[in-house]
């Protein structure tokens, strides 16, 4: 179960990911850090953010604005559903018997929504005055997405491998990358554009509606696609006579969602206006600069090989066992509808968090989580070998026990993110407090990537099978077809994920008892100027 309703994926994501970026603005010369969390909401506002002079004569109450609270909320939902259909292909491929090479490969595609500082200052500097700042990148953007989607839709068969030929991962990889590089930076412009859409006592609501919205959408591109599409479970809850497709099929999904792009985007350029920025405005190579000066600092450099290697010990935990209990069995489509009741605890835990992690030690909470969600690995690998044991069904306990594991998993993963984001909040210079925190959610971002598609990799290397007749190594897609030529089955004597898995859990704990606890506690101990920007 993919359980990845944050850009993490996206742990995360893996995310869900997959993932949980989903909270994590990256507009740096708007200086703002929304975040979700409600701990201290003062606090992750602030930064020099450029709010426009007219909200002196409003009154702050949200009825008045409800037209653009609508508005962004509808706008963060259309930036959740590509991501939302990223994720359902990393299953579709796994039900296509892809390596877990190719899925490595897939992975890249979550990448630029990690790595969007890297052109947010020029998304925040480039625009057409007369036009708008913010609607002269998310007009094109968004027409852009609806045109991969149509693209997609158009040449699905031939690039997925559904008339007899091999998927093409390398451009699936290349489409979904570009859909993810497309998604931020619509969502550099959304999170800007919402600072001067909404008044001054109403801006808070914009992490509500980034937060609801991407959630949203993350669900109808992830768990209503894969529900909608699958045969079976039209068969046995919608049908009266059984059909080989499912009420919707995967072309005729992307194209609605191409449409409803082009359709709203048109809307929202010929419809809504958009108030001119008065606020000054950093040059791009100022920006730039400054984020060459955050990361040469001491105190960042440190805490930059800490965010990057946190999450070493994660990797196949949080990246790969959904696909492994789909290649046991267990229908993709009922592994998605589990993630359902899962989602209102995700609302809930900054809730209940937030009071844990305000106060000048929030790194304690991560410290704490770090060595249970560690076991947890071991746990899914029981869970895993468990699955491998039903022949055909799965009993309703069964579901029940996944969705408790899970659960719990979600626990230590929001977590370890919620400190993440307190600490970033604390540390971050309030001169330079958006460009700073996204600097730094940037390569905790990043330390949550590379772990994954790591164990991808390492996934096809340490698994071993045996062809049935002959005993030669059909481990390879190639061998597979060799022995299946030969009438024979391919039988694994050795998972790597086992494997994986359990190196995966000795590394995290030799990285947290020799360097991870003691950096934590180091990071926390320095003062505020040790993280203060040299001018």
Partial sequence: MHICIH?????????WVRKMDAHKRTSSSIKTANKRSNADEENQLRGNVEFEKHEETVTGDWQKEWQDILLLLFLYVLQGVPLGIGNAFTMFLQNHNVSYSQQAIFSFAIWPFSIKILWAPIVDSLYFKSYGRRKSWLVPTQYLIGLFLAVLSCHLNVWFGEK??????????IVFASLSFLGATQDIAVDGWALTMLSRRNVGHASTCNSVGQTAGMFLGYVVFMTLESKDFANTYIYSKPQETGLVTMEGFLRFWAVV?????????LLKTERASEGAEMAVAETYRITARIFMMPSVLTAGVFLLTAKIGFGITDGVTHLKLIEAGVPKEKLALLSVPIIPLQTILPLFLSRYITSDRPLDVFVKAYIPR???GLVFSVVVWWTFSFEDTFPAYYYGVVVLVYAV?????????VAFMAFFARVSDPALGGTYMTFLNTLSNLGGNWPTTLAFWALDYTTYKSCTIGGHNCSGQEGQQECTNLGGQCRTLLDGYYVVSLVSIVIGFLWFALFGKRTAQYLQRLKHDAWAVPR
Avoid: R, W
Wanted: proline share 2%.
């Fill in 261 to 269: 792009f082009f359709m709203t985007t048109t809307l929202v350029a």
């Fill in 374 to 376: 560690l076991v947890l």
């Fill in 7 to 15: 850009k993490e994926v996206v742990n995360k994501t893996t995310v």
């Fill in 409 to 417: 998993h979600q626990v230590l993963v929001y977590s370890c993110f």
């Fill in 164 to 173: 007899k030929h091999e998927p093409d991962i390398g451009l699936l990889t």
